[in-house]
């Protein structure tokens, strides 16, 4: 038989219900802490992985780092090693230069005073030639050629013996300058105007017996009534000569001549008396006494007292101090 039951009481029921309600409040907050928790933990793994991967990432980037310091490191080394190196190579390179600029000055130098004593030694030999050509062909224009030569050598020489030897120089110049053509020259002149002087003398006495006539000389009436047909001459100042004789006599009065010239060219004095000598005894022999005939006689006496040589005693001192220098090796 069914019962019907008997239906609780409105208070007890509500009783149990709030318990419940209560449990499962709980229950679910229990669950959802435990998930949170759980997710709070998948978080916290999440996390630590990926801080672990960080770190070591970290790790290996601060390796890498190690790796590339200890690199650097040792190429800084090797740079410190090459840079040693090199400074080395580079105070050796210094040395070098100075060592070379030391050569190139020494070089420059003794450049420098080769050039000097080069210019020296020119102007020594064109000194020389000098004095040899005025010595023995009493070449005056040749030497001054020469001594101009000389000059322009002694200018690139800078010292003050090279300024001695200039201002020397210069006062050789001017002696030169003041002889003119030269006593030779001037002797050979005066030969060949004496030359051609004896080519113009009366052969037959006519201009000593119109001298005679105009200057009212008192001769006997005879020579005077005979001077029309006869030539009287004296034979012992030159007797008659045939034209043989002439001729030899001419001819040896050019040889003479010619003797004459030769000891001027060699500056020989007592060759050049003796061979005026002769010439004026030819003349004699060849010629009657006229005044032509003296005045070629008073040349041939001023020819004799002539100068040959140079009379200028500046001549040579600048070869005598050159030569000086190089003996005592005095550097210009």
């Known amino acids: 038989m069914n019962e ?8 007890r029921a509500l009783r149990w219900i709030a318990p419940l309600i209560i449990v499962l409040l709980l229950v679910a907050a229990s669950g959802w802490g435990w998930h949170a928790w759980q997710q709070g933990q998948e978080r916290a793994r999440l996390q630590s992985q990926a801080d672990a991967v960080r770190l070591q990432g970290l790790l290996d980037t601060v390796d890498a780092l190690r790796r590339d310091q200890r690199a650097t490191s040792a190429r800084l080394q090797d740079a410190a090693s090459a840079n040693r190196v090199l400074r ?15 050569n190139l000055a020494r070089l420059a130098e003794t450049t420098r005073q080769d050039s000097q004593a080069l210019h020296r030694d020119e102007a020594e030999l064109l000194l020389t030639q000098a004095a040899q050509r005025l010595d023995a062909a009493d070449d005056l224009d040749g030497a001054r050629r020469l001594y101009a030569l000389a000059a ?27 002889l003119g053509t030269g006593p030779r020259a001037q002797a050979r002149l005066r030969l060949a105007s004496l030359a051609e002087s004896l080519q113009t003398l009366p052969v037959h006495g006519a201009a000593t017996q119109a001298s005679g006539t105009a200057t009212g000389d008192a001769r006997p009436w005879w020579q005077i009534a005979l001077a029309a047909f006869v030539e009287i001459t004296p ?3 030159n007797g008659p000569l045939t034209a043989a004789d002439r001729a030899v ?64 005693p500046e ?3 600048t070869l005598q101090q050159l030569r000086t220098l190089r003996d005592g090796e005095t550097p210009l």
């Open 315 to 317: 001549l040579g001192s």
């Open 152 to 178: 322009a050598q002694l200018d690139d020489l800078p010292s003050a013996d090279a300024l001695n030897l200039r201002q020397a120089l210069m006062q050789e110049r001017n002696a030169l300058d003041a």
């Open 88 to 102: 080395d190579e580079v105070l050796g390179l210094g040395q070098r230069s100075a060592l070379l600029e030391e």
């Open 4 to 11: 019907t039951p008997t239906p609780l009481p409105p208070r």
């Open 249 to 312: 006599a001419a001819d040896a009065l050019q040889l003479e001549l010619t003797l004459a010239r030769a000891a001027v060219e060699r500056g020989d004095r007592p060759a050049l008396r003796q061979a005026l000598d002769r010439i004026e005894r030819g003349m004699t022999a060849l010629w009657p006494d006229s005044p032509a005939l003296r005045r070629q006689r008073a040349e041939l006496t001023a020819l004799r007292s002539a100068p040959l040589r140079l009379d200028a």
């Open 235 to 237: 034979s012992a100042v």
